[in-house]
Structure formats: C-alpha cells, structure tokens
C-alpha cells in the first residue's frame, strides 16, 4: 500500500511539472502595429499560443471576433493579426492588417478663430472732387457715405452733392438708403431699403426698393459651399502624412495605424493631381496619386443656396432720388446640391405685367469638366418667348477652355424688361488659355453678339504674355471676322526699376495704319502711405497726362494735369473718413469695409503692424484707425515692442480680431507704466549684498531677489518704499524715496540696509 501510495504521489507531481513546463505565465506589455495599447497583462504561453483573459484586452483596441467561445482567446490566433513576443523588452508586439483598425478622420480647421466683435460706431466717407478747364469750366462734387453700426446691424446712405459753374447739373442726387443686418452663424443676410436684385443666367438684375433676403457663404469664409473629395489612405504604423495638390503642400499632421481620411479643402479649381505621402516610423514612405476635378460653382450634396426680393422698382438711378414705380415685384431664387455631380436651379419672378420662370443645371462630367444648361420662359401682358443656354467649362493646371451659348425669342420678358426691352437675340462666347514653360501663356477668344435688327458684332481675339528676370512683355490681335480689314495689333512692355518705379510702353497699329504710342512711368506709395505719381503720354498726338496723390495718415489728396485736342483739364481730389467711436472722433482714410480703431493707452507714436506689415503710428492720444480690414477674416494686428520705453509693461504685443461687414473693431494694447527702479543696496559698512538673498517689499510692491553689486530690481514702487532683505537674524531692512519719470529705468542708491 505504501509503496502504490508513493508512485501515486509521484506520478501527480510529474503531471503537475509538466503541466507548469507547458503554460508559461508572463506579463507582457502589448505593442500594436508600433503603439502601445495595454499596461502589462497576464499571458499564458503554450507553444505558439499566446492566452489571454478577454477582459483584460477587451477596451484596448485589438481586433476581437464578435463572440467568445471561453473567457479567454488566443492573440496569436486572430485573423490577419501576426503576433511576436520580444523576449528581450519584454512585449508582445501585435501587427494587424490596416483594414481591421478603425478610421481616423483627419480634417483642416481652426479651433483658435476670433470671436466677431460687434462694437457700437458710426463713419462718413466723403469724396470732394474738383474738375475744370482752361476756360474756368468748373464743376465741384462731393460723395458721401453715411453708415451706423452695432450689435443690430448696419444703416447707410449715400448720395453726391454736384455744383456746376454754368448751374447745369447741380444739386443733391441720392443713391441707396438701407438697413442690412448679417448673420455669420446662418449665414443669411437681410436687408430694407434700396438694393439689387438676385443674380441668374437667364434674367437680368434690376434696382428695387424694399426687402431682401439671402444666403451668404461669405459670412463664414471657411466654409466650403463646393463639393470636394475626402482624400483616403491607410498606414501600417503611426505616421506622418503629407497631402499635395499640384506638388503644394495642402496638409500635414499624424495618424496611427489603420485606415485615414483627410478632410482638406484643394485650393484649386478645376484638374488636379493629389498626392498622399505616409513616412512611417522607421522612414518608410508609401506615396499614391489621384487625379480630381474640383467645380466651385456645383454645391455640396443637400446644400441650398437661395435669394428672395420684393419691392418696387427703381428708375432713373443716379437722376432721381426719389423714383419708384407703383406696381410691386418680387423674385426669387433656388440653387440646390444634388450629388457631388450635378446642382439645380430654379428662379421665379413676377409684377408689373411681367413673369418668368426658369430653371437650369451644372453637372461634372468625370474629370472632363462642367456642363450648364437654361430654359427659360418669360411673358407680359401681349407677348411671350422662350430663353435657352448651354455652355462647358474645363479648367486644369495648363490649360483653361470655355464656352457658352445662348438663345432667346423676341417675345422674352423678365424683370428687366421694365426698364429695357431685350435686343440680343444670340450670344456666343469661346475662350482659351495656356501656360507656357518659362513664365509665358497665351490665349485667344470669340465673341458674337445677333441682335433681333439683324446687325451682328463678332471680335476674334489672341494674347501673349511672358514674364523675364528684368521686364515683362506681351502682344495681342484683335480682328472682326465680318470684315477682315478690320483689325489691330498691340505691344505692351512693362519695366519696372527702383524701388517702386515701373516704365511702360504700349503700341497698338490698326488695318489704315494708324499708329499710337503711350508711354508711361509710375512710383508706386508704401503701404503705410506716402506719395505716388505717373506721367503718361501719347507720342503721335498732343496728349499727356501727370497726376499725384499723397496718403497720409488722415486723408488722401490728389491732383492732375491732362492736354488733349488743344485743351488743359484740371483736377483735384480729396477723400477720407470721420470715424465716431469709443466716445471720440478720428479723421482717418477712407473705410471700404471693414476698420480696426487701434489703442495703446497713455502713450503715443507707437508702431502698429498690420499683417507684419507698418501701417502708421498712434497719434497723441494713442490712437490709429487701420483701414483696409477684410470682413469675416481672421486679422494680426500688433505693436513693435522694441519701441517701446524700457519702464513700460506690454501684456501682448500681438491680437487677432474678426470684423464684422461695415463695422469696426477695436483693438486695446494694455501698456502700463512699469513703476520700477534698480536699488543698489549696502550693508553699514558698504559692502554690497549678498547675492541671491530674497528682498520683501512692505509697501505692498513685489518680492525681488538681489542681484550682483547689490542691484536689484523693484517693481510696483511707492513714492516711500520699506524693503527688508535676508531671512533670520540676518535680516536688515532700508527706506527709499522714488519718482516715476517716463522712458527712464532710475538707478538709485547705494541705500544701506540696517
């Protein structure tokens, strides 16, 4: 018995030595395809099996099969996963196929854009004007743009003040009146008052007065409106990728392992090349090109874009202020993103005895290009008529190609017609470009016009441009193909030298042989403003023009000279801007826009950079107002710090600001006045201190440290300032007097410390 009791013992301790020898217990980190994805967890090696309890794997990104059979799986036994224990290192490194790891998506925004400000104000632009002749035939005209602004919106007027020496012509002629507000968020845009009307293919704009509505893609710039491919890729390993469109770098950024989209707009339009470049970690580059075409005119798949208008219609604008017609109108349009191929369109328009209706399509054909289609019918009270067009547009890096052909009958009426009844009956239009090598292109065009009184106009045309290291030259023909002794050929050659000079010459010569020669030299004026000129003149008669306009920092004037036909003709120009804001009034150039009223508090002639770039100095109130802002975009507005006086303190030399449309912003640098001094502090026997012991203000100023020959800098002084220095018994205390002095760092001292 004991002797079976022993094998028995001996054999159960075999099977366990050889179970333990078959199932290694490790704990490993894993490593998928180059990125850590576990902490270490528990394995049990059996052969090439690698076992692993499912939960402790289950969140951690490794492709699992949808069910279990146990609570454990093998990792060396997934499907298009290949597995490798590095003993060494301790890892289990899992390489799994791209197509089993999830999609990234890659995209090309800002997160840091400005909020828009929308601060309270209000401008006039003015335009004085002053024109006359030899023999004292003076005319004076001022234009004027009156505008408010805010949180609620924008209103504007405009008008011109004409007065004639022979009373001809004179008095005040108003041009548009109007409220407009927009709605960056929407993108919608509203406004009452004068305005025109929507744009269409196959009706004409017309002035109305009244209300509109619209959507605006401006308002948020951006925003993509057209259909653009989402660029696909997949990487073995973390990377790096690289998106080229046209060998110009597009995108870059990083992904891990797996499939990837980029979602990055092409600045182009029309063909292209994309290029994706994925650099792995170990160097590796994988590179695929794909060819695209990009439409800017098509809009995104279930995008709409649309206009509506109603009012009443404008006559003689720029005569009358004041004349409208009875009747009431209204138009509206639709456009709408079917596909990433094909947009649809329709317009409807109505009032006055007139109504149109109609409805067209742009479609991609491949990469091949864009094709348009109308139709069109439009009536009023007695007559009717049908409008079509067709046209084909083909854009790539070299070449550019487009057409258009339209129709229309006698009888076609649109909102337009009110004013003037149609008399182009056909118009035919062809163009083409190509960019040669070496900075050249070339390119000619057709054009023809029938008329419904059987007169046709035709032109045929061709250009040369080329670009070379000094200058740059270009030619062009013109020829009507109905009479063929009817053309001209023209020279131009642009010079430029100096530092804002440029020399042109420009020839033309007709079919009689007539011959004209202008010449011209011109300097161009910094950005920051200054002075311009140019002298032109015709070399076979006797004419000549010279003019000179100066841009300062609160207007901009002008004046000219011209001889023609034996007669002088003189004029003079002066333009700006009275901006009201922030409770004062400015004097600046004119605001087309968009402005930025510039602040640096208590201190004047600052530097201020727009874009890098100087645009003038704060006058002596620290003030400037920056013209030439563009609405909805991102602006670096900045001071030059290094002009700064050495006690004064800058929070941030450089802010980004959004304007809204006619509006201005402001935009306050935080310059205060650095209450500083370096102490030079002693001991009672006039050793300087040791370096490196702290300094305590008791006057409520800032804690220093002292610095090498006793000087220590202090900050936030009083005019009586206690200080004590040291820690311990070796503390010692002083007293000082400062006065502050502008663009002065004081040094006072020896002080001694008691």
């Given at each position: ?15 366990l030595l050889c179970t333990e ?197 401006r308002l948020q710039p951006d ?518 002095q502008p663009d002065t760092l ?9």
């Amino acid at each position: 018995m004991v002797s079976i009791a022993r094998s028995s013992l001996f054999i159960l301790g075999l099977y366990l030595l050889c179970t333990e020898a078959m199932a290694e217990i490790l704990y490993l980190d894993i490593v998928m395809n180059g990125k850590p994805v576990s902490d270490p967890v528990r394995i049990e090696r059996e052969g090439d099996s690698l076992w692993v309890e499912v939960v402790d794997v289950q969140n951690s990104g490794i492709p699992m099969p949808d069910s279990f059979d146990s609570d454990r799986i093998d990792l060396c036994a997934l499907e298009k996963v290949s597995c490798h224990y590095d003993s060494a290192k301790q890892l289990l490194r899992l390489d799994a196929a791209p197509s089993l790891l999830p999609r990234q998506s890659l995209r090309q925004t800002r997160t840091d854009v400005p909020s828009i400000a929308y601060n309270n104000g209000a401008l006039m632009n003015y335009d004085l004007y002053a024109s006359g002749t030899r023999h004292n035939q003076l005319a004076l005209q001022l234009v004027h743009q009156l505008r408010g602004f805010g949180a609620w919106g924008v209103m504007e007027t405009t008008g011109m003040f004409q007065d004639a020496l022979d009373d001809s012509d004179s008095g005040y002629i108003r041009y548009d009146t109007y409220w407009q507000r927009e709605d960056p968020a929407s993108m919608h845009y509203y406004r009452a008052g004068d305005f025109v009307s929507g744009v269409s293919r196959w009706s004409r704009q017309v002035r109305l007065g009244g209300f509109q509505i619209a959507r605006a893609f401006r308002l948020q710039p951006d925003f993509i409106s057209y259909p653009y491919p989402e660029f696909t890729g997949s990487a073995v390993l973390p990377s790096e990728v690289d998106l080229y469109i046209n060998n110009v770098r597009q995108f870059s950024g990083s992904v891990a392992a797996g499939p990837f989209d980029i979602d990055a707009r092409p600045a182009i339009n029309g063909l292209g090349t994309a290029s994706i470049i994925t650099t792995d970690l170990q160097g590796n580059q994988v590179r695929r090109d794909v060819d695209l075409y990009v439409a800017t005119e098509l809009l995104r798949p279930g995008l709409f874009d649309y206009d509506f208008s109603v009012g009443f219609l404008r006559e003689a604008f720029g005569i009358d202020s004041l004349r409208y017609r009875d009747d009431p109108l209204a138009a509206g349009g639709l456009r709408y993103g079917l596909n990433d191929s094909v947009t649809l369109e329709s317009r409807v328009e109505g009032g006055g005895n007139v109504f149109n209706l109609g409805g067209g399509i742009d479609w991609k054909s491949g990469n091949r290009g864009v094709w348009s289609a109308t139709l069109a019918h439009g009536r009023d009270s007695d007559v009717s008529g049908w409008q079509g067009s067709m046209g084909y547009r083909f854009n790539s890096r070299r070449f550019g190609f487009a057409a258009r052909h339209k129709e229309q009958g006698r009888g076609y009426r649109d909102l337009g017609s009110l004013d003037v009844l149609p008399s182009v009956r056909r118009e035919i239009q062809l163009n083409t470009s190509y960019a040669l090598p070496g900075n050249a292109s070339l390119g000619g065009g057709f054009f023809r016009v029938d008329d419904f009184d059987g007169s046709r106009r035709s032109l045929l045309s061709a250009f040369y441009t080329r670009s070379f290291r000094d200058f740059s030259l270009s030619a062009s023909a013109n020829i009507n193909p109905e009479d063929h002794d009817d053309y001209s050929v023209g020279l131009n050659l642009h010079i430029p030298f100096g530092k804002r000079n440029s020399l042109r010459l420009r020839q033309v010569r007709d079919s009689e042989g007539n011959r004209q020669t202008v010449a011209s030299v011109s300097h161009s004026r910094p950005l920051e403003g200054g002075l311009s000129w140019s002298v032109s003149s015709v070399l076979e008669q006797n004419t000549a023009n010279a003019s000179a306009d100066w841009r300062g920092k609160k207007f901009q004037a002008g004046v000219g000279v011209a001889t023609r036909d034996n007669e002088q003709y003189y004029r003079g120009n002066l333009s700006g801007a009275m901006v009201y804001m922030d409770e004062q009034l400015l004097f600046g150039n004119r605001v087309a826009d968009a402005f930025a009223l510039v602040s640096t508090p208590d201190l004047s002639n600052v530097p201020v950079l727009f874009e890098n770039q100087l645009v003038g100095n704060t006058d002596d109130n620290g003030k400037l107002l920056v013209t030439g802002l563009s609405s909805y975009n991102p602006i670096r507005i900045a001071v030059d710090a290094g002009t700064l006086p050495l006690n004064v303190s800058l929070k941030a030399e450089q802010k980004e600001v959004m304007a809204a449309s006619l509006h201005g912003v402001k935009v306050d640098f935080d310059i205060q006045p650095l209450r500083g001094a370096v102490v030079v502090l002693v001991d009672s026997e006039g050793q300087f201190l040791k370096v490196g012991l702290p300094v305590r203000s008791l006057s409520g100023g800032k804690d220093a440290f002292v610095g090498w020959d006793g000087r220590t800098y202090l900050e936030a002084l009083q005019a009586v300032n206690r200080i004590e220095v040291g820690e311990g018994d070796t503390r010692c205390r002083a007293e000082f007097r400062f006065e502050y002095q502008p663009d002065t760092l004081r040094t006072i001292g020896p002080i001694i410390c008691q």
